[in-house]
C-alpha cells in the first residue's frame, strides 16, 4: 500500500518504506496532488505552490516533466490527466493528513456528546501523526502548508481544552506559555493560559497575560481583545478579591474555553455542570469565582 506523508517532511512509502520521489519542486507537485487527491488540480494551482506569482517561462513544460517523472514512480493510472490538470487517486487510508482529521472529527463528536476522557485520547492519537511543521525540507507550497499547520493548531487547541475539562489546568502552564510564544496573537491560546494560571491560584500571571495581550493587538493590529477574552479577563479579576481571613488558592474557576466544531470556525458547546465559558456565546452559566466561601 502507498502511503502519501504531509505531517512533517514530505515523504512517499511503499509497504512501509520509503520510496525516493526525487527534486524539492517534484516533492512540492506530490504534495499539492496528494493534499487534493481524488480532484483536479490545475498546473496554475501546481504553479502557485511551486513559484508563487513569479513563475518561469517554462512552467509549463517543467510541470509536465515532474509529473512524467512522478508516474514512472507511482504509475500511471494513480495520476490522471483531467483537463486543465491532474488528478492523483488514493485512498482515505494512504492519506496520512486524512487519517489526522478523520481522528479530529471522531474526537470531536466525543466531545460534543460529553465524552471528554475519549475525546481528549482521541486527539493526542491524531496529533501523535505529526512528524514536524507540515511540508517541512521543502521550500514553496506555502498555502498548503499553512492550511495542514493550522488543523494542527485547531486540533491542539480542541486538546487543551478537553484538557481543561477533566481539571489538568495546572498542569498546562508550561505547555500553553511555549504555544503562547510561538502564536503570540493567536487568542483562544491565550484565553487557555489564562485558564489554566486562574485554575492554578496564579491569578496575577492571568491579568498579565491578558495585559500582554492587549498591548500585542493594539500595537501590531490596532484592535481590541475579542468580547469574549475581555468577559474572562473580567471573571479572573473579580475572583481575585479574596476576603480576609480566608485561604487564596482553595478554589478555582472551572472554565472551558470554546471548542470548534467540523468546521475551522465552527464554535461548539459543551455543556458542563458548575462552569461556564466565557468562550461560549448564549452560555448562561456563571465561572465560578476565585473567592472561596466565606466562613
Given at each position: 500500500?502507498?502511503?502519501?506523508?504531509l505531517l512533517g517532511p514530505?515523504?512517499?512509502?511503499?509497504?512501509?518504506?520509503?520510496?525516493p520521489v526525487g527534486t524539492p519542486q517534484t516533492k512540492v507537485v506530490l504534495a499539492t496532488l496528494a493534499a487534493h487527491a481524488n480532484e483536479v488540480v490545475t498546473l496554475d494551482r501546481m504553479a502557485e505552490e511551486l513559484w508563487g506569482h513569479v513563475r518561469p517561462a517554462s512552467a509549463t513544460p517543467q510541470l509536465h516533466g515532474?509529473?512524467?517523472?512522478?508516474?514512472?514512480v507511482l504509475g500511471r493510472d494513480r495520476i490522471e490527466t483531467a483537463r486543465p490538470g491532474y488528478v492523483l487517486r488514493a485512498s482515505t487510508a494512504e492519506l496520512e493528513h486524512q487519517a489526522f482529521r478523520y481522528d479530529v472529527a471522531c474526537a470531536r463528536g466525543m466531545l460534543a456528546r460529553g465524552d471528554v476522557p475519549s475525546g481528549a485520547a482521541r486527539l493526542r492519537v491524531a496529533l501523535a501523526r505529526w512528524r514536524g511543521p507540515a511540508l517541512?525540507?521543502?521550500?514553496?507550497?506555502?498555502?498548503?502548508?499553512?492550511?495542514?499547520d493550522?488543523?494542527?493548531?485547531?486540533a491542539l487547541e480542541d486538546r487543551v481544552d478537553a484538557d481543561l475539562l477533566l481539571g489538568r489546568g495546572p498542569e498546562?502552564?508550561?505547555?500553553?506559555?511555549?504555544?503562547?510564544?510561538?502564536?503570540?496573537?493567536?487568542?483562544?491560546?491565550?484565553?487557555?493560559?489564562m485558564t489554566a494560571l486562574a485554575s492554578a491560584g496564579r491569578v496575577v500571571e492571568a491579568l498579565d497575560a491578558y495585559a500582554a495581550f492587549r498591548g500585542t493587538l493594539v500595537?501590531?493590529?490596532?484592535?481590541?481583545?475579542?468580547?469574549?477574552?475581555?468577559?474572562?479577563?473580567t471573571e479572573i479579576?473579580?475572583?481575585?478579591?479574596i476576603p480576609r481571613g480566608t485561604a487564596a488558592g482553595r478554589h478555582h474557576p472551572t472554565a472551558v474555553p470554546w471548542c470548534h466544531g467540523q468546521g475551522r470556525n465552527e464554535v461548539t458547546r459543551l455543556r458542563c455542570s458548575g462552569s461556564r465559558s466565557p468562550w461560549n456565546p448564549g452560555s448562561t452559566m456563571k465561572m465560578r469565582s476565585l473567592n472561596p466561601p466565606a466562613s
Open positions: 500500500m502507498w502511503l502519501f506523508r514530505v515523504r512517499l512509502e511503499r509497504d512501509g518504506r520509503e520510496v515532474i509529473i512524467w517523472r512522478l508516474r514512472r517541512a525540507e521543502v521550500r514553496g507550497a506555502a498555502h498548503l502548508a499553512s492550511a495542514l493550522e488543523d494542527r493548531v485547531t498546562l502552564v508550561g505547555e500553553l506559555t511555549n504555544l503562547v510564544a510561538e502564536h503570540p496573537v493567536r487568542e483562544r491560546l491565550r484565553g487557555q493560559l500595537a501590531e493590529l490596532g484592535v481590541e481583545p475579542s468580547a469574549r477574552l475581555r468577559d474572562l479577563h479579576l473579580r475572583g481575585t478579591e
